[in-house]
């Protein structure tokens, strides 16, 4: 049976229930989100033609002051200059077609072009960055999303769709420049963006978004094993007949990613009769250790009131930073994973379902040298013997499927088809990336 990269998102970003479904038989299991739509699709809700400048209604050159999520992350304003540090940054707007507490998908469009010149020798040659903020009624900081811009002396377009989910209010699109640039280093980027437009968009809008960025890359041929939705009966029931489901994401900034890969209107497309709310929760950097600790697990997981709680990411065997007195708080890796999903089943009675590492260092065996815009290299086969090769990252993967099995946890792989397309797709090094840890909008599928 035909296994497209639209399958393997599913199971690598949340998705392997699409995967399922169409390479299987068997049902899926994810989540959708609700649309409600207050306004008519397309709606164009901010625009400036031509190159954005200082000049520019809604538009400013500066850092933004970040103080971390759930506080104000105002901008501090600067003169542009190619030797200065900073974004473009365009004025927060709401969604017209998101009602309160309901999420709802917008689409963007610019053109860009930039070229970056480090002053050192031997620095680094970063991208720079495209990204949103996202910010709740009290004008709070929620998590973000960054994606990469790609260099090209004749200007680049770009055609992107988000989703903005329960909490948000406002959001803020901008145009960052390197994050190693320093101005002490005598680093410059010239940093060109125009025809910048928001619009509404529908949840159609995203999954072709979706499509076009999975024809670029590779077929997967990963088959998972067993029944992947045994243990998530409700919501596989609640996918099919349309009752209301709220799925909330757990865990850092590589669970972000998959969030934003918007692999949910692909459920939605597979089931359309769903209603769910997809949530983002999550800290950078962060696992479970942190998440288990009472002052961390109601506000990151309880508030949320999830019926599906699905943890992941890569920072849950990370030393945590959680150390009063230069002490452990508590348990890490795959133990802390685990014990964070019986402590959600047990008082929130939720489904949990434990996603283990998604796409996010391009591992393969490169040359020094070797860059996102220079030669492809070979196509390279993957099994789950490399494993390894991931160091610390992937050293729970055996002892978190036999935990999660033990204690009756829906699990899924989503380590081995992610490497296994990216090490066959003959694509040049970090060419997916967004920086090194970081995947852009093709790394996120």
Not at 234 to 253: F, K, N
Not at 339 to 359: D, T
Not at 395 to 401: D, N, P, Q, T, V
Request: glycine content about 8%; charged content about 25%; hydrophobic content about 35%.
């Amino acid at each position: 049976m035909m296994r497209t990269k639209k399958m393997f998102k599913l199971i690598a970003a949340l998705l392997a229930v699409l995967m399922v479904l169409m390479s299987v038989g068997a049902v899926a299991l994810l989540v959708v989100c609700s649309l409600s739509s207050a306004a008519a699709f397309g709606e164009v809700i901010w625009e400036a033609k031509g190159v954005l400048t200082e000049q520019t209604p809604g538009v400013s050159f500066g850092t933004h002051d970040w103080k971390g999520y759930g506080k104000p992350c105002p901008l501090v304003k600067k003169p542009y200059a190619d030797t200065a540090t900073g974004c473009w940054s365009v004025k927060r707007v709401k969604l017209p077609n998101k009602a309160e507490g309901k999420g709802a998908y917008f689409k963007f469009s610019y053109d860009a072009k930039y070229a970056y010149a480090p002053g050192k020798a031997g620095k680094e040659v970063q991208r720079c960055n495209q990204g949103v903020f996202f910010f709740d009624r009290k004008g709070n900081q929620l998590p973000d999303c960054y994606d990469t811009m790609y260099p090209d002396r004749d200007g680049y377009h770009y055609e992107r769709v988000l989703y903005a989910w329960d909490e948000v209010e406002t959001v803020e699109l901008f145009f960052q420049k390197p994050w190693n640039m320093k101005e002490a280093d005598h680093d410059t980027c010239s940093l060109e963006v125009s025809n910048a437009k928001i619009e509404t968009a529908t949840w159609e809008d995203a999954a072709a978004y979706c499509d076009k960025l999975c024809a670029k890359l590779p077929p997967v041929g990963f088959r998972p094993e067993g029944d992947v939705t045994a243990l998530i009966p409700r919501t596989m029931e609640a996918l099919r007949t349309g009752r209301p489901w709220r799925v909330v994401m757990l865990g850092d900034s590589i669970q972000q990613d998959s969030f934003h890969s918007q692999f949910h209107a692909l459920v939605k497309r597979e089931f359309p009769r769903s209603d769910v709310e997809w949530i983002l929760s999550m800290r950078g950097g962060t696992g479970c250790w942190h998440y288990i600790l009472a002052e961390n697990f109601f506000p990151y997981v309880v508030d949320h009131r999830p019926d599906l709680l699905v943890i992941g990411g890569v920072s849950n065997y990370h030393e945590h930073s959680d150390k009063p007195n230069g002490r452990d708080v508590g348990p890490t890796g795959s133990d802390a994973m685990v014990r964070v999903a019986k402590l959600a089943r047990e008082r929130l009675g939720c489904e949990v379902l434990i996603v283990n590492s998604p796409l996010h260092v391009d591992y393969r065996p490169h040359e020094d040298g070797d860059t996102a815009e220079g030669r492809p290299l070979p196509k390279m086969g993957f099994s789950s013997r490399q494993i390894g090769l991931a160091e610390g990252l992937a050293s729970g993967y055996g002892e978190l499927r036999r935990m999660c099995a033990g204690a009756k946890i829906q699990w899924w792989d989503a380590y081995v088809p992610c490497y296994s397309w990216l090490f066959a797709s003959g694509l040049p090094w970090q060419y997916c990336s967004r920086d090194y840890v970081h995947s852009g909008e093709l790394g996120k599928q």
